[in-house]
């Protein structure tokens, strides 16, 4: 089997479409061998700053013949039918076709079309350019006086078949058997023989081909730097993933900060190195707390062991902060409730006016939900009107990031209550599915209105979410307002704030977070057969009723529902109606029909009183007590009774049985 | 910085500095840029004597990407950013300062590598420093343009900003410009090793950037930021628009050009004095572009024409 070694060194790549490239090139290469008819090979891809490559081996020399039977029209078919059947076989005349006689359909001409095989090679050099041009680059551009479009300019295609060049051409560039290594640490051009040979060459030129390498080698010298020096690397994955598509060989380097900057916020600090200058940080291993370091991935090895890259480093990074340190000084000269005002010419969204209206909204909203949720209402109204107040300072206007962060530490600098602080850094959360939702009342009423007020007001105006797009992330709005009322134990009835059709898309938000936490959907089906708008009892409800479905009598009860429910449905659909139904107990003939009867009024009051204190696993297990009662009627009567009225009177009594057990949730969505 | 040993052979400003065991002045780094870019058979020109926000404003880069000409050009250019403007109190932040623009239409294929000779003739040595090229798209919503490049960091700085253009006006460039800016006073401040833009050593005789331009930047704050008249700005600003309507009437894409320019410089010093809310500020920036947008066609139609 052959191997073919490609790779297109261009000019550099952006770090951020690097392993996605990496991943099309695989797939774009695979994609046209299948369709040239190799079916199995294998690809080792990789990518670098200023190169995209892929090895695939296990390929053939060439492909081979294949014979393909065509079936045309009958013999006796219209002419212009039999020369559109010549002209798609590629036959001359139909001289050439074969005929075949077929029991049911009469004689019919055949061509074997013969498809010559083809060398892998000439596959390649077909191959190759077609992706050059269709690459799927998030963005492309032409340069010099051609129209080719790249990421960048591609200078070099280096195409081997088994050692041998791949002899193709693509606006002005000629495969060739050639690269060159690290821009500052190679050693010009080479040429490679194969995969092998490439690797060590390129090696040697300081470029590390695999990026999961770089990654590793960024991490472990990081990592024994930060053990050198008493710190604790913060592990930054986005950050890894990006600084490793900046480098062909990692020099990691340790830089030091002016420890002035430390009375900075640490979240400013944080982003400034991370954003600005794609730093990681570090922490003090003894107090835990941001160490006035930084650490630089660099390229290059430096000739004075990279003193003057930390050096230079370190007086940027002291620009930067000095400009943190400007925004953070002027900020604070302006309480948060002088900036309220300026929200007023904030745009939120056209049709739903400025962040100020919106901020009067929450105020009002906060107010209401406080006593709902344990706050102080003064406290929460407060904390609502300076939730936004931070969008208008310049730290926010730098780092947007800090929305609510920097409101905290500007409110806690006005003396607000810390209470009010926190709430204005927590009613953004939760920002994800694994970030923490707020638990401190005041926090969660501000939270809360903050979200009811945007999934309201898009709603209103008709901006709901659709299949394919949610750009105002009202789902993650909804879902941010179940979460924590279901991890607060909120009891908050939402139809006080939202209207049916809200209603229903939070109870869908909910399935989908109930499902993803694995319950069945039958079962949250079922529950939801009883309207409710109290998030927490439903759960509760969901959850009960799952555990008890689990259990044999939880089984066996549903088993005997079924039964008997079966019944019922046989019945209605001849038109029988179970509301006009009532049991009249002097008409019971048999054992089982008298005892059934007597345990459903022996669990009816327990049932209520289950029920009215949410104690769904009491109100199941009172149930349960039907199993056998309901097996023995179902066992021993005969519903179908000649006499109507006993007839009747035993389809009322199953009646009576689902009524009662449709009080907890809708059996008939379980599966069996 | 200990370059002096590594500095290139030809004898430039920069040269001479670091052999006198001096760094380099403001100039001798503007001096050099020139000497090398002259060498590669740039066409040095001197600044556009209108206020422009960047170097690429210039009709020599705007204008000249486009059409089908060879044109290689570099030249200091004045950038007026009136928003930017800090009374002269912040040691990066200025409203007026120098970019140091580059030109050359086709970009030659080795364009990385002359850039990368140039920052060595200034004594910025690739072995000692992390040069990085870090993707950076180029886009001036103002004249309808955008390329696709770098920001070129050394050392974790953003020292230029490297573009291949890819349209002017809407217009596509072809073939394509390579655009080189350099912005020169943190280039300085780095080889100098200064924290504060004001102490540039301006001439390497005891002038610093302070002494040419603090006070300006002042008097130029007071203007931005409290008497400038809205009022008027926004009368000249409806005037520019009209005279370069006239003059693209009349197929005079230069003139009207100019026009343009003032109209965006009108709208930046609106835009400084606060009082251009969001929504308009769209609305000065389409009126902008759409000016920018008839002068670049106008100067395609007119080289077509004369090339024919």
């Known amino acids: 089997m052959s191997e073919f070694l490609l790779e297109l060194f261009s000019e550099e790549i952006p770090a951020r479409m690097q392993k996605r490239a990496m991943e099309d090139l695989a797939r774009m290469l695979g994609e046209g061998f299948k369709k040239a008819g190799i079916l199995s090979c294998d690809f080792e891809s990789f990518v670098a700053p200023r190169r995209l490559g892929v090895c ?20 006796n078919a219209p002419q212009a039918a039999i020369d559109g059947f010549v002209r798609a076989a590629g036959i001359a005349s139909i001289a050439e076709a074969r005929v075949e006689t077929d029991a049911k359909k009469g004689d019919f001409y055949v061509v074997d079309v013969v498809k010559a095989g083809a060398k892998t090679a000439e596959i390649i050099a077909e191959l190759v350019p077609q992706i050059i041009r269709n690459f799927p680059w998030p963005k492309s551009m032409r340069w010099g006086e051609g129209s080719l479009r790249w990421v960048r300019p591609l200078h070099r295609i280096l195409a081997l078949f088994d050692g041998e060049i791949v002899p193709f051409e693509i606006e002005g560039i000629t495969a060739s058997n050639q690269t060159e290594g690290h821009r500052f640490h190679g ?15 390129i090696a040697a030129a300081n470029v590390i081909i695999d990026r999961e390498v770089r990654k590793a080698s960024i991490l472990a010298q990081a990592n024994e730097i930060c053990a050198n020096n008493g710190l604790e690397l913060v592990d930054d994955i986005g950050l890894l993933e990006e600084v490793c598509g900046l480098v062909d060989k990692p020099f990691v380097i340790l830089g030091q900060m002016d420890v002035a900057f430390l009375d900075l916020p640490p979240e400013v600090i944080r982003l400034t190195l991370r954003l600005n200058q794609k730093y990681f940080v570090a922490n003090d291993k003894a107090s835990g707390k941001l160490a006035p370091y930084f650490i630089v991935v660099s390229n290059l090895n430096a000739t004075d062991g990279g003193k003057a890259i930390a050096l230079g480093n370190a007086r940027v990074l002291s620009a930067r902060l000095n400009d943190a340190r400007y925004f953070w000084d002027l900020d604070r000269k302006t309480p948060l409730e002088s900036r309220v005002a300026k929200l007023d010419s904030l745009v939120f969204h056209e049709k739903l006016g400025s962040v100020g209206d919106k901020v009067k909204r929450i105020v009002e909203l906060a107010g209401e939900i406080a006593p709902l949720v344990g706050a102080d209402v003064v406290e929460a109204k407060r904390a609502a009107l300076l939730c936004k107040a931070d969008l ?5 206007g730098e780092f947007p990031e800090l929305q609510g962060i920097m409101g905290r530490y500007y409110a806690l600098n006005d003396n607000e209550f810390p209470e009010v602080a926190n709430a204005i850094a927590e009613h953004y959360k939760p920002v994800g599915p694994s970030d923490v939702v707020p638990t401190h009342p005041v926090s969660i009423a501000v939270a809360l209105a903050d979200k009811f007020d945007t999934l309201v007001g898009f709603f209103a105006i008709g901006e709901k979410p659709t299949g394919s797009g949610d750009p105002y992330a009202l789902r993650r709005a909804a879902l941010g307002i179940i979460r924590i009322v279901l991890e607060n134990e909120l009891r908050i009835p939402i139809k006080g704030f939202v209207n049916e059709e809200l209603i229903s898309f939070f109870l869908d938000r909910l399935k989908i977070y109930l499902r993803d936490q694995d319950f069945e959907h039958d079962i949250i089906d079922a529950a939801y057969a009883i309207t409710d708008d109290d998030l927490v009892r439903i759960v509760n409800r969901i959850k009960a009723l799952s555990a008890f479905i689990k259990t044999t009598e939880g089984e066996n009860l549903l088993a005997g529902y079924k039964r008997a429910a079966n019944i019922l449905k046989a019945e209605e659909k001849k038109g029988w109606e179970s509301a006009d139904a009532v049991v009249n107990p002097s008409l019971f003939k048999e054992n089982a029909e008298m005892s059934l009867f007597a345990t459903l009024g022996e669990i009816s009051s327990d049932l209520d009183v289950f029920l009215a204190k949410e104690d769904f696993a009491g109100a199941l297990g009172a149930l349960s007590s039907l199993r056998s009662p309901i097996y023995a009627f179902l066992d021993d009567v005969l519903v179908n009774d000649a006499d ?6 035993r389809l009322a009594l199953l009646a009576q049985l689902r009524q009662m057990m449709a009080k907890i949730a809708d059996f008939e969505c379980i599966r069996g | 910085m200990s370059e002096s040993n590594n500095i290139s052979s030809h004898q430039t400003a920069c040269s001479r500095a670091y052999k006198l065991g001096k760094k380099p002045s403001f100039q001798d780094i503007i001096l050099t840029l020139s000497d090398y ?22 009709p020599a880069t705007t204008l000249r990407a486009l059409g089908d000409k060879p044109w290689k050009a570099a030249y200091v250019q004045p950038s007026r950013r009136p928003k930017d403007a800090r009374y002269g109190e912040n040691p990066n932040r200025l409203g007026h300062y120098y970019q140091y623009q580059v030109i050359l239409k086709p970009n030659p294929i080795n364009l990385q590598q002359l850039y990368l000779d140039s920052l060595y003739e200034i004594g910025i040595d690739p072995k000692l420093h992390d040069i990085r090229f870090v993707e950076d798209d180029w886009e001036n919503p103002t004249v309808g343009a955008w390329g696709l490049g770098w920001e070129v960091w050394c050392d974790g700085m953003e020292v230029s900003q490297y573009t291949y253009f890819q ?9 394509v410009s390579g655009e080189l800016t350099y912005g020169l006073e943190r280039l300085t401040m780095y080889v100098q090793g200064v924290e504060n833009v004001y102490d540039i050593d301006f001439n390497g005789q005891g002038v610093t950037y302070g002494d040419v331009f603090l006070e300006n930047e002042k008097q130029q704050s007071a203007f931005n930021f409290e008497h400038s008249d809205a009022a008027m700005l926004k009368r000249w600003f409806e005037d520019a628009e009209k005279q370069c309507g006239i003059l693209l009437a009349n197929k005079l894409p230069l003139p009207a050009f100019d026009w343009a320019l ?11 004095r606060g009082v251009v809310s969001p929504t308009e500020r769209q609305s000065f920036i389409a009126r902008v572009r759409d000016l920018a947008k008839g002068c670049a066609a106008s100067w395609l139609e007119n080289q077509q024409g004369a090339a024919k």
Not at chain 1, 392 to 396: K, R, W
Not at chain 1, 644 to 649: C, E, K, V
Not at chain 2, 37 to 53: F, K, M, N
Request: charged letters at 20%; glycine letters at 10%; aromatic letters at 8%.
């Open chain 1, 56 to 75: 695939v081996t296990g390929l053939p020399i060439a492909t081979p013949e294949t014979r393909e039977e065509k079936k045309g029209p009958k013999i």
């Open chain 2, 37 to 58: 870019w002259a060498r590669q058979g740039c066409v040095i020109l001197q600044p556009y004597d209108s206020e422009v926000g960047a170097g690429t404003l210039h």
């Open chain 1, 187 to 201: 050693n010009g051009v080479f040429a490679v023989a194969n995969f092998a040979d490439y690797k060590t060459k």
């Open chain 1, 644 to 649: 109507a009225s006993i007839r009747q009177n």
């Open chain 1, 392 to 396: 208008s300072t310049e730290m926010v």
């Open chain 2, 167 to 175: 349209q002017v006006g809407g217009f596509d460039c072809k073939p």
């Open chain 2, 262 to 272: 003032k109209s965006s410089h009108l709208f930046n010093l609106l835009d400084a």
